[in-house]
């Protein structure tokens, strides 16, 4: 209680409420301050004002032409918007409860009931990068949807711990990969084969946070790692076969994401996320800040 006043203070892990009514109505005093933690980001490609995130503690909002909505409650986790219709978004809560809307959040249908086994606190799910009707998701295993998560059909068998990170080659679906946070696998074949390609990777004292694949070849991938050393962000060019180190510039803190920006067709451009900011490398140069 503030001091000599019947107005009641009350802090949770999404903002700081008063009332001054005795609970009858609650302000958000915390409304206006920007002090979210996103986890995911979706960015629709077929409009330019459409967004949706994901938030630690205050559900998924969608911006549409500037304006913001609350369209899931809960932890926000990873979440998309179909590259060809902006209508159809998708959402999740934690442990991997997916949700779908294809009226652009007037209605929206759980769709990973028919899921079995247990997802991560942020578990990863894709659209594919060559037909939005397909659908991937990791939860111990790896699930697939050729119909907008309507049915899922389970395409690895390790089983065990949580997959963490997920990507499919933008240039060839059969390619596909996916990670704990110690081991990545691969498979070229659509899921009908795997193989682990951790080799090379520092998976003992470090873990595996993000896989990137190239836009136009589906064996250079580049994986983040976080750890308090210099073994920030590693790269393939042959499909996992073996794995370089090109962490210099990074500083010596964990590395969230790792992304090629695909504008750039001259050199690779990377952009790295890290706990004190962005990073950029291009080409052959070292990582600089990009804040």
Same mark, same amino acid.
């Given at each position: 209680?503030?001091?000599?006043?019947?107005?009641?203070?009350?802090?949770?892990? &999404?903002?700081?409420?008063? /009332?001054?009514? @005795?609970?009858? *109505?609650?302000?958000?005093?915390?409304?206006?301050?920007?002090?979210? %933690?996103?986890?995911?980001?979706?960015?629709?490609?077929?409009? +330019?004002?459409?967004?949706?995130?994901?938030?630690?503690?205050?559900?998924?909002?969608?911006?549409?032409?500037?304006?913001?909505?609350?369209?899931?409650?809960?932890?926000?986790?990873?979440?998309?918007?179909?590259?060809?219709?902006?209508?159809?978004?998708?959402?999740?809560?934690?442990?991997?409860?997916?949700?779908?809307?294809?009226?652009?959040?007037? +209605?929206?249908?759980?769709?990973?009931?028919?899921? =079995?086994? =247990?997802?991560?606190?942020?578990? !990863?799910?894709?659209?594919? !990068?060559?037909?939005?009707?397909?659908?991937?998701?990791?939860?111990?295993?790896?699930?697939?949807? /050729?119909?907008?998560?309507?049915?899922?059909?389970?395409?690895?068998?390790?089983?065990?711990?949580?997959? %963490?990170?997920? #990507?499919?080659?933008?240039?060839?679906? %059969?390619?596909?990969?996916?990670?704990?946070?110690?081991?990545?696998?691969?498979?070229?074949?659509?899921?009908?084969?795997?193989?682990?390609?951790? *080799?090379?990777? !520092?998976?003992? @004292?470090?873990?595996?946070?993000?896989?990137?694949?190239?836009?136009?070849?589906?064996?250079?991938?580049?994986?983040?790692? @976080? &750890?308090?050393? *210099?073994?920030?962000?590693?790269?393939?060019?042959?499909?996992? +076969?073996?794995?370089?180190?090109?962490? *210099?510039?990074?500083?010596?803190? !964990?590395?969230?994401?790792?992304? %090629?920006?695909?504008?750039?067709? #001259?050199?690779?451009?990377?952009?790295?996320?890290?706990?004190?900011?962005?990073?950029?490398?291009?080409?052959?140069?070292?990582?600089?800040?990009?804040?």
């Amino acid at each position: 209680y503030q001091n000599g006043t019947s107005t009641l203070f009350e802090c949770n892990d &999404g903002g700081v409420y008063k /009332t001054t009514n @005795s609970g009858g *109505s609650w302000t958000d005093i915390t409304n206006t301050m920007a002090i979210s %933690q996103i986890y995911r980001i979706g960015v629709a490609q077929s409009v +330019s004002n459409d967004v949706i995130c994901g938030l630690q503690d205050n559900g998924t909002k969608n911006q549409e032409n500037s304006v913001w909505d609350d369209v899931i409650g809960g932890d926000g986790m990873d979440c998309a918007i179909d590259p060809n219709n902006a209508n159809i978004q998708y959402g999740e809560l934690y442990y991997g409860n997916i949700q779908k809307t294809t009226n652009h959040w007037f +209605s929206s249908v759980t769709i990973s009931d028919g899921i =079995s086994g =247990s997802g991560a606190w942020v578990t !990863p799910y894709v659209i594919d !990068p060559n037909n939005s009707q397909v659908l991937y998701v990791g939860y111990d295993d790896l699930w697939k949807s /050729t119909n907008q998560g309507n049915s899922w059909t389970q395409i690895s068998s390790w089983g065990g711990s949580n997959l %963490q990170s997920l #990507a499919v080659a933008p240039s060839n679906s %059969q390619y596909i990969y996916t990670a704990t946070y110690s081991t990545i696998y691969k498979t070229s074949n659509g899921g009908t084969s795997w193989t682990d390609i951790s *080799s090379g990777l !520092p998976v003992f @004292s470090n873990s595996i946070t993000f896989i990137s694949v190239k836009n136009d070849d589906p064996n250079t991938v580049w994986v983040s790692i @976080s &750890g308090y050393n *210099s073994e920030g962000v590693y790269q393939t060019t042959n499909g996992g +076969s073996s794995w370089t180190n090109i962490s *210099s510039g990074l500083p010596q803190l !964990p590395v969230n994401y790792v992304i %090629q920006i695909r504008q750039n067709t #001259a050199e690779n451009e990377l952009y790295a996320a890290t706990d004190v900011g962005g990073y950029v490398k291009v080409g052959s140069s070292n990582w600089t800040a990009f804040y």
